[in-house]
């Protein structure tokens, strides 16, 4: 459930299979075909004016399911529902008119702005086909998404390459709200950022968040960024995921062996997690050929026979706090006993 009980973004067992090539004598011999399972039955609401954020490492699954959400990517199966309305077999003109209400701000904005156009035209761009705005009126709807993200009008005329990294990516934020749309999903939007950069486009898509109402699906393997946004934070391993709260309830009592290592890895000067972080000897399971039961199971030091027989499902462990683990509440009790 959404954090208002009202959902603007709702996916139902939403699922994304890669089918991989096969060679010649695998289809002369029939053999069955072998899919990528990126997103392997999710389901997500995301609520009006609302920021989840789903953090997992690489390969978790985060950024094909926010493609799959806004339909750059196909899905599968399972279903996707946008302000009440399922889109998941929306046509191609159906998908130009909802364009405007869900945009995407890009991890690399070096790599999403044009280096041959000019700042004015980039952000114009969302607009070229909206008929409704004089030629005069889009100019000033550039100039105002400018202004928004802290940008005068001094930079219209400019090209990518003559601003830095923030202030790029403010150019792709400016482009994202043009159109002032209900959904924005924000994947990684600061990772390639320099650290002193990150705190103030965060603090800016809150802000722009709190100014047009927006609601953030955030993709992140950064757990501080997560705590920093997000209302809700779900945790996502080998396409599924496996612990939902709200943010404050994951950062303090995190019940999902898989959620307190990632909350172990994040550093803060002065402070210690009370969560250790056990090493590894195996690395992230296939996504082809994922484990049987709990597809965390063969990292997991507390891994019983049930968690490789019996896959786990999301159960509810308090008010609004869900947890994917046969045995979350003894393995938190283990660790605070410790």
Known sequence: MSINDRSLVETRDLRKLFPLKSG??????????????????VDLSIGYNETVAVVGESGSGK????LTILRLLEPTSGTVS??????????????RNLRKNMQIV????SSSL??????????????????EYSRSEKKQLVAEALDSVG????????????????????????????????FILLDEPTSSLDVSVQSQILQLLLDLQKKFELSFLLVTHNM????????????????????????????????????QILLSSVLEPGSSSKFSSPQYETEMPSQINPPTGCRY????????????????????????????CHYAEEILSTLRAA
Not at 82 to 95: H, Q
Not at 163 to 182: D, E, M
Not at 246 to 256: A, F, K, L, T
């Open 24 to 41: 010649f004598f695998s289809r002369l011999t029939g053999e069955q075909k072998v899919y990528l399972r990126a997103v392997d039955g």
């Open 63 to 66: 950024t094909t399911l926010g």
């Open 82 to 95: 946008f302000d009440g309305k399922d889109i998941t077999k929306a046509s191609d003109r159906e998908l």
């Open 106 to 109: 890009f991890q690399d904005p």
């Open 114 to 131: 044009d280096p041959r156009k000019r700042v004015e035209d980039s952000v114009f761009e969302p607009l070229i086909r909206r008929t």
């Open 151 to 182: 940008l005068g009008h001094f930079a219209s005329h400019k090209f990518p390459h003559q601003f830095s990294g923030g202030q790029r990516q403010r150019i792709s934020i400016a482009r994202a709200i043009i159109q002032k749309p209900k």
């Open 224 to 259: 501080s960024v997560a705590r920093y946004m997000a209302d809700r934070i779900a945790v996502m391993f080998l396409g599924k995921i496996v612990e939902i709260g709200d943010g404050s309830v994951i950062v303090r009592n995190p019940m999902h062996p898989y959620t």
């Open 297 to 324: 199971n063969t990292r997991c030091l507390y891994a019983k026979e049930k968690c490789r027989e019996v896959s786990p499902e999301l159960r509810r462990v308090e008010d609004r706090h869900f947890v994917a």
